[in-house]
């Protein structure tokens, strides 16, 4: 019409008669900016949107007037009394909005704030209250950190460990709750305030006593296997003089890795006591004597080491399925940590039964546990 000056009537062009690339592409959003339906035929999206419930764009004005009401900033201390578990902050015809209260870390202080819903106020919460917790017993935690420093006479068996600082976060996740309240009530947290209070006297001796023993097992497995990284590997019919000589493995880099050095790191890494529960690290000194029982063993029969290698060898290989594959929840690294600490007790039975293990296992319970908890 415009080039032309002829006038061509809509219904002379049936829309179906035009090629699809040529048809217009509608795409309708929603009041949240989600697209709730596109396509390119108008009739047939028009039907399906009718039939779709639209759900309304949250009411920012009435989260900002209950926000104001309820949000605290920069607290110190639980001065806020307590905590209804959900608020209301508008309701209509089709779906009410709610808030849920919880307590966020901000640096050295804490934050009230509300959350939009129940996993994230829970997820953020724990921290707030371990950290309240914390700021409510100054002293006590003050005087645990300066008992502490005794550690530093183990200095040149842990020169990477860092031990005081390393322990003194270790002894706080061990001390604080380890949950979020049944409701968050001031005497929930006046109660765990008392409980953290009560369990902080003595608790860095006993923790000191076990780095001690943890240690200098350590620093005797080192003994052992200490060797130099041309250290050949020892001929057919040679005796076996000293641990060095077991097990070395050739890297793609030609320098000699010992294998039994990895099994050390794998008890027991570098800063283990950010990643070694405190309640775990009673029963580290038997994990470190079946090591070297095994060490013993297999030097005198390298044959019956290996065979029990392979019996291990699958669960190694799942645990490491299961870290690759990574957990989204505190309770889902909770059964992968469980797991791991199995394996441990499954090489106590597998090369040194007569330590004991700390409960029953077996493979046969390692894969009832993975097939419950690490497929998932």
Do not use: C
């Amino acid at each position: 019409r415009q080039r032309y000056g002829v006038t061509i009537p809509s219904e002379t062009w049936a829309t179906n008669l035009i090629p699809a690339h040529l048809r217009p592409r509608i795409e309708v959003i929603g009041p949240d900016q989600k697209t709730l339906g596109a396509g390119r035929d108008l009739s047939e999206l028009r039907q399906k949107l009718e039939q779709t419930k639209v759900k309304p764009a949250p009411d920012n004005s009435a989260w900002l007037r209950v926000a104001q009401r309820w949000e605290k900033f920069a607290l110190g201390a639980w001065t806020f009394g307590d905590l209804p578990e959900r608020l209301t902050v508008s309701e209509t015809e089709s779906v009410p909005v709610y808030a849920w209260p919880g307590l966020e870390v901000d640096g050295s202080t804490v934050n009230l704030i509300l959350f939009r819903s129940v996993t994230q106020a829970r997820t953020a919460t724990l921290s707030g209250i371990q950290k309240l917790v914390e700021l409510a017993l100054p002293k006590d935690f003050a005087w645990l950190q300066k008992d502490l420093r005794d550690l530093t006479r183990f200095d040149a068996l842990a020169a990477e460990d860092d031990l005081p600082a390393t322990a003194f976060e270790n002894l706080k996740r061990h001390v604080l709750p380890e949950a979020v309240f049944p409701a968050l009530t001031e005497a929930h947290f006046r109660y765990a305030v008392e409980k953290t209070r009560s369990q902080i006297p003595g608790l860095a001796a006993q923790l000191i006593d076990r780095v001690s023993a943890i240690l200098k097992l350590r620093q005797e497995i080192q003994r052992r296997f200490a060797t130099s990284p041309s250290t050949p590997a020892p001929a057919r019919g040679r005796t076996l003089s000293d641990f060095s000589q077991l097990n070395l493995v050739k890297t793609n880099t030609k320098e000699t890795t010992n294998p039994w050095e990895n099994e050390l790191n794998a008890i027991l890494p570098s800063r283990f006591l950010e990643v070694i529960p405190y309640v775990r690290l009673t029963h580290l000194p038997r994990y470190l004597k079946a090591l070297t029982t095994r060490m013993e063993r297999a030097k005198l029969n390298p044959l019956k080491d290996k065979e029990r290698e392979l019996q291990l060898a699958p669960y190694l290989a799942k645990l490491r399925q299961w870290e690759t594959r990574g957990t989204t929840t505190p309770e889902a690294r909770q059964r992968q940590e469980e797991f791991r600490w199995l394996i441990e007790e499954f090489k106590v039975s597998l090369f040194a039964q007569e330590l004991g293990t700390a409960v029953p296992v077996s493979a046969k319970r390692l894969d009832q546990f993975f097939a419950s908890n690490g497929t998932h």
